[in-house]
């Protein structure tokens, strides 16, 4: 399996911006692909943003066009840029990976988007 580390969550207010960071301990050329869902409280979790080992991404309608997710292949690492924030993004987000038909998941970061 892979193991994850998120770090980059926190409180913001609306219309601001923050990058999340996951860090992999595997090179993230080589994972099948990797993701960030989310889960808000009450809420089931659902997928944000995903990205293959060969860069092509995928975005939730509720996030395209304000959020970006991008990988560092000599950090082994893939953020998701979150610029625009509204309160309804708010929520625990986590990183997936599918290495070998296997999805791993990190401990998650804490978003909160409120004036």
């Known amino acids: 399996q892979v193991q994850l580390v998120e770090s980059g969550g926190g409180l913001v207010q609306p219309g601001g911006s923050l990058r999340l960071s996951c860090a992999a301990s595997?090179?993230?050329?080589?994972?099948?692909?990797m993701g960030w869902y989310r889960q808000a409280p009450g809420r089931q979790r659902e997928v944000v943003a995903t990205?293959?080992?060969?860069?092509?991404?995928n975005y939730a309608d509720s996030v395209k066009g304000r959020f970006t997710i991008s990988g560092d292949n000599a950090k082994n690492t893939v953020y998701l840029q979150m610029n625009s924030l509204k309160p309804e993004d708010t929520a625990v987000y986590y990183c997936?990976?599918?290495?070998?038909?296997?999805?791993?998941w990190g401990q998650g970061t804490q978003v909160t988007v409120s004036s």
């Open positions: 990205i293959t080992g060969g860069g092509t991404t």
């Open positions: 997936d990976a599918v290495w070998r038909g296997l999805h791993s």
């Open positions: 595997k090179s993230i050329f080589s994972i099948n692909a």
